[in-house]
């Protein structure tokens, strides 16, 4: 679905960099304080992309799971998912919510999508197309097998998932290399909360005045 705050959707598929939302090059602040050691915030090193602060709160739409997923395990993963939209909240200065729950489909900016797995995939992903000036994403794919690349999850992995695709949401297009760190790839390195780096990471991010701009575009299933 289009989000709320989409104005235009751009056809494109070069995963290339151009002009920034705020009017400059898609570079980082060279006045800003350095980012976290170790983490690669920018796509690849080509730019920064973010959302504008007026965008928030984004609004997600969690829909029902498929109906091979059963009680218990439909109540574990749907309360964790739901419970890690609020991840990221009260990081950025003067934004207390960057993400709400909607129950609306059609409201939605980001519409997380069900996949019984993902074969040697990550457990979740986000889905983009860059080109031009804005950075489209078209949804968050989440896996919702309790058995994962072959490893049994945890229901708390869920939650920690969803927290970590809602970092790349946000703008933390690369991963960092501290296995403690939330924004740390692998099913085994995910730590429940947020660490201080996580944390300094998003708000290096939003002290960025040159960025793409993020818009919300139709889901576009990659496979």
């Known amino acids: 679905m289009v989000g709320r705050k989409a104005a ?17 090059v898609g570079d980082p602040d060279p006045n800003a304080d350095p980012p976290p050691d170790n983490y690669d915030i920018e796509f690849g090193g080509s730019g920064v992309v973010r959302w504008r602060t007026s965008d928030f709160p984004l609004l997600v ?7 091979e997923v059963v009680e218990p395990e439909r109540t574990w993963i749907t309360s964790n998912v739901t419970a890690a939209v609020d991840a990221w909240d009260s990081i950025i200065p003067d934004i207390a919510d960057v993400a709400d729950i909607t129950t609306d489909q059609a409201q939605a900016d980001l519409e997380i999508h069900w996949r019984p797995d993902f074969g040697t995939s990550p457990f979740g992903r986000v889905i983009w197309t860059f080109g031009g000036s804005t950075a489209l994403m078209h949804g968050m794919e989440l896996g919702y097998k309790k058995e994962l690349h072959g490893i049994e999850a945890n229901y708390a992995d869920y939650y920690d998932n969803m927290s970590h695709e809602l970092g790349h949401v946000l703008g933390i297009m690369g991963h960092s290399g501290v296995d403690t760190d939330l924004m740390c790839p692998g099913g085994n390195s995910f730590t429940r909360t947020l660490t201080g780096r996580d944390e300094e990471a998003l708000r290096w991010l939003y002290r960025q005045s040159s960025f793409m701009r993020i818009e919300t575009a139709p889901y576009n299933d990659p496979d």
């Open 61 to 67: 739409y969690i829909p029902a799971l498929p109906a």
């Open 8 to 24: 235009a959707v751009l056809v494109c598929s070069a995963l290339l960099f151009g002009c920034a939302g705020n009017g400059g």
